[in-house]
């Protein structure tokens, strides 16, 4: 085996060891995402395995001297010859390069879409609480506690009465 292909071999087997596919998991919300990130999860594993077991191990050496015997020296010596003379050229990333620059900058956008994301779920969460604790107080709540809570609709309704609109 080419020292390459056993190199991308373990980049590869590296890399798959430090994916958090369990992190991932609890990130995902539906269920067809849930069955494309397994089904991702499945082909990764298989294509880590194959790499592992066929591109890992040494091609067995050709017994040359097995097939003088039953072919003639002249021929064998010729395949031989041609054999040993292939040089299989060495693997030159040239698209990696080209493609690091614009994955590490979505790698920025995630992390800045996530933070935002974050912040609108707290928000969310908050304006849910909110909302469930006026509705445990809707039947008891006054006029005075709901304008404590909202000025701003205060204000806005005291203008309306300041300026004689009603509405209509």
């Not at 849930?34 to 990764?44: A, D, M, Q, V």
């Not at 909110?130 to 005075?144: F, H, L, R, S």
């Amino acid at each position: 085996m080419s020292g390459s292909v056993k190199k991308v071999t373990d980049v590869v087997f590296k890399a798959g060891k430090n994916i958090d596919w369990d992190g991932m998991a609890r990130l995902i919300v539906s269920d067809e995402a849930r069955r494309e990130f397994n089904n991702l999860r499945r082909t990764f594993d298989e294509v880590n395995s194959q790499l592992q077991t066929k591109f890992s191990q040494e091609p067995e050496p050709i017994d040359w001297e097995y097939y003088r015997k039953g072919i003639g020296s002249r021929l064998v010596d010729m395949y031989k010859e041609h054999y040993e003379s292939i040089e299989i050229p060495k693997y030159v990333d040239t698209v990696t390069p080209q493609y690091k620059t614009k994955f590490d900058q979505l790698l920025v956008e995630l992390k800045e879409a996530e933070q935002k994301s974050l912040k609108e779920s707290e928000r969310l969460e908050k304006e849910i609480a909110d909302v469930q604790e006026m509705k445990a107080k809707i039947n008891t709540m006054t006029y005075d506690e709901y304008f404590a809570k909202h000025p701003e609709l205060l204000k806005k309704y005291e203008d309306e009465i300041r300026n004689d609109y009603w509405g209509y």
